[in-house]
Nanobody
């Protein structure tokens, strides 16, 4: 069973930067993405990257966050700059794995906490 694991969360002050990592144990992973969930709020999509390197970002982080991947390491990264208090939350990684004759299998990590103080 494929597993994913996030790392790199922590506490920073507004305006500072963090880089999160997500490593997948599976093979033939297609898209990878980052999501976050603030206390009392639903989980929201942040950024995604295809197997070919095409990226997309939520409007709330566009221009501040970047996503990249290293396919040799089965790892995706979320580079966060100019962090703001509203970026606080649990950040989750999702890896999508193809299945024969069925929809992609989405595999979630357990999350890493990012706290941004003013």
């Amino acid at each position: 069973q494929t597993q994913v694991q996030e790392s790199g969360g922590g506490r920073v002050q507004a305006g500072e930067s963090l880089t999160l990592s997500c490593t997948s144990s599976g093979i033939r992973i297609n898209a990878m993405g980052w999501y976050r969930q603030a206390p009392g709020r639903p989980r929201e999509w942040v950024a995604s990257i295809t197997s070919g390197g095409a990226t997309n970002f939520a409007d709330s982080v566009s221009g501040r966050f970047d996503i990249s991947r290293d396919n040799e390491k089965n790892t995706a990264y979320l580079h966060m700059t100019n962090l703001q208090p509203e970026d606080t939350g649990v950040y989750y990684c999702k890896a999508s794995q193809p299945r024969l004759g069925r929809p992609l299998l989405d595999i979630w990590g357990k999350g890493t906490v990012v706290t941004v103080s003013s």
